[in-house]
């Protein structure tokens, strides 16, 4: 109930439960959003919780193209299921997200009334990647050919047939692992720049520019946010409490292959526990 309050409340305050684990997930703003939520959730609401630690909200994305045919075929007592389809699955254009879905069947080797539910699986399918069970940011896909059984083939089919593709085809689409970057404005004296831009540094960001603002020092940069855990508190520390910051989302951009390795390793590993 006090979840559901607080998300009525704040539209950028998200609740879900992960079906695997069974754990409440919320998401939000950032660190110091979450940690208001939690430090409410136990003054108002008299909750109290075990909290896990942050998780960043990775994307997946594919490089490359790949053309791929996937056959479903369930045969039971009385009606069978069939679906037939072959698609050209590539990356989105640049900065489109989503699916890109073109139908290029022609003849009817698939019924006109089947080709929205291979588009339906497609979407569906592309709310947990191949890597580490991601969304995909976006795709295109091409439905090139396929064929049908006259009494076998229903709209169930080929949407299920499309979720098979998907799995089946996406590891060879190269797919990467996409982190949040965020945009930091830090403002610090002087005397502390060294120490405020070599902490920058070990966090992977990279310097936009500086500036100075009312005799203090104005630092510019983008950082992923996975790096960005506990900065307040660092940063705080480094210049004795004098600097301040404020961070905002930026974009997505492709993790470095260590990162996503490590990643992967990590979803692995909390699957394989749970």
């Known amino acids: 109930m006090a979840l559901g309050k607080l998300s009525e409340e704040d539209p950028t305050f998200r609740v879900q ?12 703003m950032g660190e110091l959003h979450l940690d208001i939520i939690m430090d409410r ?26 053309q791929h045919r996937e056959t479903y075929k369930k045969q039971t007592g009385g009606r069978g299921k069939f679906a037939d389809i072959q698609v050209v699955i590539s990356p989105s254009e640049e900065g489109k997200s989503g699916l890109e879905f073109v139908n290029e069947i022609s003849g009817g080797a698939i019924p006109r009334e089947f080709i929205p539910s291979v588009q339906k699986g ?5 709310a947990n990647g191949v890597l580490a069970g991601y ?10 050919d396929g064929s049908f059984h006259a009494v ?3 709209a169930l089919s080929f949407e299920i047939c499309a979720k098979s593709a998907f799995r089946e085809a996406l590891p060879k689409c190269k797919p990467v692992l996409l982190e949040p970057i965020m945009k930091i404005e830090i403002l610090t004296p002087e005397e502390n720049m060294g120490d ?3 902490d920058m540094n070990r966090r992977r960001g990279q310097l936009l520019g500086m500036d100075t603002r009312a005799g203090a020092q104005v630092i510019k940069a983008t950082v992923p946010l996975s790096e960005m855990f ?3 508190t660092q940063l705080r520390t480094i210049t004795s409490g004098r600097a301040t910051s404020t961070m905002e989302f930026d974009h997505y951009a492709e993790a470095p292959r260590n990162v ?3 990643v992967v390793a990590k979803v692995k590993g909390r699957k394989a526990n749970d």
């Not at 439960?17 to 939000?28: A, H, K, L, P, R």
């Not at 896990?52 to 909200?57: E, F, S």
């Not at 969304?135 to 090139?144: D, E, F, N, T, W």
């Open 152 to 154: 076998d083939s229903d």
């Open 122 to 126: 497609f979407e569906a399918a592309m």
């Open 196 to 198: 405020v831009i070599g």
């Open 230 to 232: 506990g900065y307040v």
């Open 17 to 28: 439960t992960d079906e695997e684990t069974g754990q409440t997930v919320i998401s939000g």
């Open 260 to 262: 996503q390795d490590e």
């Open 135 to 144: 969304q995909l940011q976006g795709m295109k896909v091409r439905l090139i």
């Open 41 to 66: 959730l136990k003054r108002e609401f008299k909750v109290e919780v075990n909290q896990g630690a942050p998780q960043v909200a990775y994307k997946e994305a594919i490089t490359g193209t790949t």
